[in-house]
């Protein structure tokens, strides 16, 4: 499988607003527990954080099967690679290739 789909965690905006998420409700449950606040809101809080977290995760797995199952799917022949590694390397070489004329 081509690793083109692949990328770090960081580059990725989906997590990095998981990454911020995470580290804000843990601020404001230490907050509750500083200020003594009713522990009922602490406990809700910590629910809903814990459903929100699961369903983040759980949407990143099932996109992520999708998309290899995708890439897996589709058919791979000689000259599809071929067009792919010339359109990587050089830009728009395909589309001119496309333009000239038959002789």
């Known amino acids: 499988m081509s690793s083109h789909f692949e990328k770090s965690p960081l580059s ?23 200020f003594d606040v009713n522990m009922a809101l602490i406990l809700s809080t910590v629910f809903v954080t814990g459903f929100v977290e699961v369903g983040f995760i759980l949407g990143q797995a099932q996109l992520d099967r999708f998309i290899r199952l995708a890439a ?32």
Do not use: R
């Not at 390397?89 to 496309?98: A, Y």
């Open 72 to 103: 897996l799917a589709t058919p791979k022949t000689e000259e599809t690679t071929k067009n792919t590694q010339k359109h990587d390397l050089v830009g728009t070489v395909n589309q001119i290739e496309e333009v000239k004329p038959a002789s």
């Open 12 to 34: 990725s905006k989906k997590f990095l607003a998981f990454l911020i998420a995470e580290l804000a409700w843990k601020v404001i449950l230490g907050l509750m527990l500083y």
